[in-house]
């Protein structure tokens, strides 16, 4: 089993910037592909990054490509998404999801941190 934990959500003006983070616990998280999704109200569950295992590849989708970074510390059983010049349509609430393989479908996932960008 594995438990994920979010932070780093809250309140911001457009333009500015804030990292999230999210806790896993397991002893082979470094084999772990790692996601990030998001959820405005009244929308479906979107992607926004992904980071695999090993290989540290990275996804983007078109919304976060040269805005958000993801990012991981295997030492520290976290990963983090790094979002800049947030937007008012970013305001959502962020989910973490963890797959225990490069190959296989997201299992765990984390309760969400709420993000809410101002205009």
């Known amino acids: 089993q594995v438990q994920l934990v979010e932070s780093g959500g809250g309140l911001v003006q457009a333009g500015g910037s804030l990292r999230l983070s999210c806790a896993a616990s397991g002893r082979t998280f470094s084999s772990y592909a790692m996601g990030w999704f998001r959820q405005a109200p009244g929308k479906e569950r979107e992607f926004v990054a992904r980071?695999?295992?090993?290989?540290?590849?990275?996804f983007y989708a078109d919304s976060a490509k040269g805005r958000f970074t993801i990012s991981r510390d295997n030492a520290k059983n976290t990963v983090y998404l790094q979002m800049n010049r947030l937007k008012p349509e970013d305001t959502a609430v962020y989910y973490c999801?963890?797959?225990?393989?490069?190959?296989?479908?997201?299992?765990?996932w984390g309760q969400g941190t709420r993000v809410t960008v101002s205009s």
């Open positions: 999801a963890a797959a225990t393989c490069n190959t296989c479908p997201y299992e765990y």
């Open positions: 980071i695999r295992g090993s290989d540290v590849l990275t």
